[in-house]
T-cell receptor, first 116, second 115 residues
């Protein structure tokens, strides 16, 4: 049982390049999330998904796209990377007991992205 | 907009000192409250959570938190910290949004414990 995994762990991009971050969970969770963590800003929600085939915008969605084609995977895409997207990206998942009200989130190890 | 406020951004303590980290939220409905911890170089993990019943919640590693509904607060406490408690601590609230419950995190508190 690996929990939540993220690939890659580190990546350096040049401005304008594109990339996709992959998140996978093996706990059969319904909900998945992408966050970015910046110094002094805490965790900010980028996009989330409440089930296979559904996605929704979070607090800071601009410049990112997501897809949830399979229940266990949640992809985060950057179409044209900008230096402002330099950050640590965390994926999380949670079950949907009681419609998510009491859910604990399970986090992946993070991806450190630098955009030059 | 609903929000979660953590008052202390950086806390430095010596071992055996007592700890209290503040957390306030702005949502007026039924809430579910969490504290997560991120040890250096690791991912976030649950420390404790409250969703009903006894407002004093005990978590792992000797941590506890008290939910005070009238003050919209969920402060984290530990009577005697250890060097290994050095970490970043995040308060979070699951808030209803479009039929789902979406977590909202505070900005985090960085705790450094000197041996």
């Amino acid at each position: 049982n690996a929990g939540v995994t993220q690939t890659p762990k580190f990546r350096v991009l040049k401005t304008g390049q594109s990339m996709t971050l992959l998140c996978a969970q093996d706990m059969n969770h319904e909900y998945m999330y992408w966050y970015r963590q910046d110094p002094g800003m805490g965790l900010r929600l980028i996009h989330y998904s409440v089930g296979e085939g559904t996605t929704a915008k979070g607090e800071v969605p601009d410049g990112y796209n997501v897809s949830r084609l399979k229940k266990q995977n949640f992809l985060l895409g950057l179409e044209s990377a900008a230096p402002s997207q330099t950050s640590v990206y965390f994926c999380a998942s949670s079950p949907s007991g009681l419609a998510g009200r009491t859910d604990t989130q399970y986090f992946g190890p993070g991806t450190r992205l630098t955009v030059l | 907009a609903q929000s979660v406020s953590q008052h202390n951004h950086h806390v430095i303590l010596s071992e055996a000192a007592s700890l209290e980290l503040g957390c306030n939220y702005s949502y007026g409905g039924t809430v579910n409250l969490f504290w997560y911890v991120q040890y250096p170089g690791q991912h976030l993990q649950l420390l404790l959570k409250y969703f009903s019943g006894d407002p004093l919640v005990k978590g792992i590693k000797g941590f506890e938190a008290e939910f005070i509904k009238s003050k919209f607060s969920f402060n984290l406490r530990k009577p005697s910290v250890q060097w290994s408690d050095t970490a970043e601590y995040f308060c979070a609230v699951n808030i209803p949004s479009g039929g789902s419950y979406i977590p909202t995190f505070g900005r985090g508190t960085s705790l450094i414990v000197h041996p």
